[in-house]
């Protein structure tokens, strides 16, 4: 069992930056895949970004703004989001990707709120 802690999450105007943070348990911790999704109100939760051990990806709508990174020593994973939209409102959450045994298993935060002002 993983369990994840969001923090960082606020208000925000349009055009700002917040940092996201997400503490993990367990001591493999490097060998998770850590990932940021995102649930705007009636909407589906989406993916927003991803980090491996030596990779990391991005949805297209947040390329070069956002920046995904983690500190193995820490088990944390942070989201830097810079140029925050309106439309960026939602509740971010943490997730874990651990494979076991050829086993996947997927590991959730409890999420935090981003609100971006217009």
């Given at each position: 069992q993983v369990q994840l802690v969001e923090s960082g999450g606020g208000l925000v105007q349009a055009g700002g930056s917040?940092?996201?943070s997400c503490v993990a348990s367990g001591r493999t911790f490097n060998s998770y895949v850590m990932g940021w999704f995102r649930q705007a109100p009636g909407k589906e939760r989406e993916f927003v970004?991803?980090?491996s051990w030596n990779d990391s990806?991005?949805?297209d709508s947040v390329k070069g703004r956002f920046t995904i990174?983690?500190?193995n020593?820490?088990?944390t994973v942070y989201l830097q989001m810079n140029s925050?939209?309106?439309e960026e409102t939602a509740v971010y959450?943490?997730?874990a990707v651990l494979v076991i045994g050829g086993v996947r298993y997927d590991y959730w935060g409890q999420g935090t709120?981003?609100?971006v002002s217009s």
């Open positions: 917040l940092r996201l970004a991803r980090i990806s991005y949805a990174s983690r500190t020593a820490k088990n925050l939209k309106p959450y943490c997730n709120q981003v609100t």
